[in-house]
């Protein structure tokens, strides 16, 4: 499980160092792939494999399931760490991501999140304000 918030910079070729906690984890492999929120979301290959199987239930009929499949997909990309424990953000992603220099990694359980510093503030500053709202409505969820 991916817990917690770690502060990174990005550097001029789009390496990114994975926070030492989570790096056993993504040690077989890892996908990256642009999500939602202008963020990026990265899975370990076994989440992935998970991921891959609900997405081949849905139905090839359904315009919004092949939008969704689309969007998963085809901004994917298979990554592996280098000795240091850094992965290329391709620029697409970085430019998707609007990822200058300074990001949010954060666990959010089976995934992993990327925001760019600007962008995190802000979401995290509208959170805040839905939290009551969120909280009272906690047992729409099913937990």
């Not at 290959?45 to 085809?74: G, H, Q």
Request: with cysteine; hydrophobic share 40%.
């Amino acid at each position: 499980m991916f817990l917690s918030q770690y502060q990174h910079s990005v550097d001029d070729k789009g390496r990114l160092s994975i926070p030492s906690k989570y790096r056993a984890e993504l040690a077989s492999g890892l996908y990256l792939t642009t999500g939602f929120d202008n963020c990026l979301l990265i899975y370990p290959e076994a989440e992935w494999k998970v991921l891959v199987e609900r997405m081949a239930k849905l139905p090839l009929t359904n315009p919004d399931a092949r939008s969704f499949r689309r969007l998963i997909f085809s901004s994917a990309a298979d990554c592996r760490m280098d000795q240091q424990g850094r992965i290329v953000i391709p620029p697409y992603m970085r430019e998707f991501a609007k990822i200058k220099n300074e990001v949010i990694i954060m666990g959010v359980s089976e995934f992993i999140e990327i925001w760019a510093r600007e962008v995190w503030d802000q979401e995290e500053a509208n959170q805040r304000e839905r939290a009551n709202a969120v909280g009272q409505r906690q047992q729409e969820f099913e937990l």
